[in-house]
C-alpha cells in the first residue's frame, strides 16, 4: 500500500525568503510522484512531477523538487518566494492510483 | 472552454435529501475521479471510473453513488446526505490511474 506524510502542517515565510516543504512516502513499487498547488476557492493545480530520469525536477513558477529514493522523500523548494504564493500544497503519490498527502499551507508574509 | 466543470459551485442541503453533483470534461479523458476534501484529511478518494460505464470504489465511497453513461460525464449522487458529508468535493480526470490529475473547480457542500 502506498502512502504520503507531509512533515509540515502549516510553514510561515517571508517574501524573497527560501521555502522547503518536506514529503515522505512509502510504497512497495516504482512510483510516480506529484507536487500540486491549491490556490484559496480554487482547484488543484499540477506544479511539477516525477515520473522517471533526472532526480531533480523543475516545475512552474520557479519550483523544483528532488526524488530521493533512499529517504523516500519529494520535497518540494522555491528559492525566494513571492506574497502570490501563499497556498496549499499537496503531495501525492501514484502506484496504481494517486494519493495525496494532507497538505501543507503556505503563509508569505511581507 | 475545454476543462472540466463542476457545478454547482455551493450547495446547502437537509439531512436526509438526496444531491447531484455534476461533472464534465472537454479533453475526452478515459480516467475521471471524485474526491472529497477535508481539513487534516487532504483529498480521499470517493469512486472512479476508468471508462464509460466503468466504475470502481475509492477510498471511502459509502454514502455516495456514481455513474458513468457518457465519457464526458461523471454525476456523484449523496442518496441521502448526512452532516458527516459535508465537504469540498472535486472532480478530476486523467488519461490513466496514475498520470497527472486535472481538477474541476470543486463543490462547496453544507449538509444541514
Known amino acids: 500500500a502506498q502512502s504520503v506524510t507531509q512533515l509540515d502542517s502549516q510553514v510561515p515565510v517571508f517574501e524573497e525568503a527560501p521555502v522547503e516543504l518536506r514529503c515522505n512516502y512509502s510504497?512497495?513499487?516504482?512510483?510516480?510522484l506529484f507536487w500540486y498547488v491549491q490556490y484559496p476557492n480554487q482547484g488543484l493545480q499540477l506544479l511539477l512531477k516525477?515520473?522517471?530520469?533526472?532526480?531533480l525536477v523543475k516545475g512552474i513558477n520557479g519550483f523544483e523538487a528532488e526524488f530521493n529514493k533512499s529517504q523516500t522523500s519529494f520535497h518540494l523548494r522555491k528559492p525566494s518566494v513571492h506574497i502570490s504564493d501563499t497556498a496549499e500544497y499537496f503531495c501525492?503519490?501514484?502506484?496504481?492510483?494517486?494519493?495525496f498527502g494532507a497538505g501543507t499551507t503556505v503563509t508569505v508574509r511581507a | 472552454d475545454a476543462g472540466i466543470t463542476q457545478s454547482p459551485r455551493y450547495k446547502i442541503t437537509e439531512t436526509g435529501r438526496q444531491v447531484t453533483l455534476m461533472c464534465h470534461q472537454t479533453?475526452?479523458?478515459?480516467?475521471m475521479f471524485w474526491y472529497r476534501q477535508d481539513l487534516g484529511h487532504g483529498l480521499r478518494l470517493i469512486y472512479y471510473?476508468?471508462?464509460?460505464?466503468?466504475?470502481d470504489k475509492g477510498e471511502v465511497p459509502d454514502g455516495y453513488v456514481v455513474s458513468r453513461s457518457k465519457t464526458e460525464n461523471f454525476p456523484l449522487t449523496l442518496e441521502s446526505a448526512t452532516r458527516s458529508q459535508t465537504s469540498v468535493y472535486f472532480c478530476?480526470?486523467?488519461?490513466?490511474?496514475?498520470?497527472?490529475?486535472?481538477f474541476g473547480q470543486g463543490t462547496r457542500l453544507t449538509v444541514v
Open positions: 510504497s512497495s513499487v516504482s512510483v510516480y
Open positions: 471510473s476508468a471508462a464509460a460505464d466503468i466504475t
Open positions: 501525492a503519490v501514484s502506484d496504481y492510483k494517486l494519493s
Open positions: 516525477y515520473l522517471s530520469g533526472s532526480t
Open positions: 478530476a480526470s486523467g488519461t490513466g490511474m496514475n498520470t497527472e490529475a486535472f
Open positions: 479533453w475526452s479523458h478515459s480516467y
